[in-house]
T-cell receptor, first 115, second 115 residues
Framework: EPEVTQTPSHQVTQMGQEVILRCVPI?????FYWYRQILGQKVEFLVS????????KSEIFDDQFSVERPDGSNFTLKIRSTKLEDSAMYFC?????????????FGDGTRLSIL | AQSVTQPDIHITVSEGASLELRCNYS??????LFWYVQSPGQGLQLLLK??????LVQGIKGFEAEFKRSQSSFNLRKPSVHWSDAAEYFC?????????????FGKGTHLIIQP
């Protein structure tokens, strides 16, 4: 069964540094999402992406965050100047259609640790 | 804005016993409802979804859930649990007609299976 693939599985970064988290969505999917899960807390929506632009973003997704689909397969989340509170598990998801018709499929996540 | 409440943080069940995980949502219209499972170190796997129609939905791994509009609930059930069911379970809600909107998750219920 096709999977959403995320790399790396664990990223350790110094505070203030830039970090890029990478995702390869399922190949025929058109909608892409990033979520994060701070340790012990619930999964929170960050941003959705469709037709090469941001479709919706939460209040968490401020100016330090950006997303990009640099080629036909990758979908990235960039955090420009990391803070301690950015430490979390970041999940990428994709869906064939809007979730009203097709559910979101999640990757295994990238654990981001900010030192 | 929609919200999800999973009132049980931890539930312990004996192997072979029945299981019910509670989920209550808040949303002004009929929502789209999902249950996801997260095994340690893994991503979120979709168990089942409710979009419309029959209020009792069947999912993978022998799980089912019932949508009760009058109670704003979408409880997950399984008649006989297996040790491999030990995991974190998340209920999520999406807006109808939501397009690429993100899902809103509950805080999760940690399921422990006793031998």
């Amino acid at each position: 069964e096709p999977e959403v693939t995320q790399t790396p599985s664990h990223q350790v970064t110094q505070m203030g540094q830039e970090v890029i988290l990478r995702c390869v969505p399922i190949s025929n999917h058109l909608y892409f999402y990033w979520y994060r899960q701070i340790l012990g807390q619930k999964v929170e929506f960050l941003v959705s992406f469709y037709n090469n632009e941001i479709s919706e973003k939460s209040e968490i997704f401020d100016d330090q965050f950006s997303v990009e689909r640099p080629d036909g397969s990758n979908f990235t989340l960039k955090i420009r100047s990391t803070k301690l509170e950015d430490s979390a598990m970041y999940f990428c998801a994709s869906s064939e259609d809007s979730y009203s018709n097709q559910p979101q499929h999640f990757g295994d996540g990238t654990r981001l640790s900010i030192l | 804005a929609q919200s999800v409440t999973q009132p049980d943080i931890h539930i312990t069940v004996s192997e072979g016993a029945s299981l019910e995980l509670r989920c209550n949502y808040s949303y002004g219209a009929t929502p789209y409802l999902f249950w996801y499972v997260q095994s340690p170190g893994q991503g979120l796997q979709l168990l089942l979804k409710y979009f419309s129609g029959d209020t009792l939905v069947q999912g993978i791994k022998g799980f089912e859930a019932e949508f009760k509009r009058s109670q704003s609930s979408f409880n997950l059930r399984k008649p006989s649990v297996h040790w491999s069911d030990a995991a974190e379970y998340f209920c999520a809600v999406g807006r109808t007609g939501g397009g690429a909107d993100g899902l809103t998750f509950g805080k999760g219920t940690h399921l422990i299976i006793q031998p």
